[in-house]
């Protein structure tokens, strides 16, 4: 097998997925998740505060001890206290959750002339998948129609549009599995 064939997929840092994903200045939300106690942290702050070593260390001493760490996938406003779509500022990111034969489904959009090739694919669980595409100037009811006009072509039923994705460097503790990008 020739390996420039076919690479190794890598992982960036979580410092690096949010600094190739957002402006410096954006500020975006990030979810700690402790499901066992029911506990739940948002933070939002810049992408460049985000993506700081203490943050991230922070971050990491979470994961370590059981939460499950989430991003906002889209830019919230200057004065944002939430994270819900009335908030958001700027859409960066469209995405859609491949929750059902999720393999199957990205093979379909691996091999659809008509869906674009993902920046972004994200295990999340065994057989599921997030599938991401870096966008500019797209309105939120335009990443809307995206998901379901993609979820149509490869006839496939995929969950879209939640405000968090998971974090590519985190590990994911409610079924043990590491997430990872494939390409």
């Known amino acids: 097998m020739n390996p420039a064939l076919n690479p190794t997929p890598s992982i960036p840092s979580a410092s690096q997925y949010i600094l190739d994903n957002f402006e410096a200045a954006d500020r975006i939300a990030m979810l700690v998740l402790k499901r066992d106690f029911g506990e739940s ?3 939002i702050t810049s992408a460049e505060k985000a993506a700081s070593p203490e943050f991230q260390a922070w971050l990491r001493y979470k994961n370590a001890n059981g939460s499950d760490i989430y991003i906002g996938m889209n830019a919230l406003k200057p004065d944002a206290v939430r994270r819900t779509k009335e908030e958001i500022d700027a859409i960066r990111h469209v995405y859609i959750d491949l929750d059902h034969s999720g393999g199957k489904a990205l093979e379909a959009i691996h091999n659809s002339k008509a869906v674009p090739k993902a920046s972004f694919v994200l295990t999340s669980s065994p057989d ?5 595409w870096k966008v500019e100037g797209v309105t939120l009811r335009g990443s809307r129609g995206f998901a379901s006009r993609t979820g149509a072509r490869i ?3 995929p969950s879209s549009h939640r405000c968090h994705s998971r974090s ?3 590990r994911f503790c409610q079924q043990e599995v590491r997430c990872g990008f494939l390409r």
């Open 155 to 157: 006839r496939c039923r």
């Open 168 to 170: 590519p460097a985190a």
């Open 41 to 43: 942290i948002q933070r």
């Open 128 to 132: 599921k998948f997030q599938v991401v």
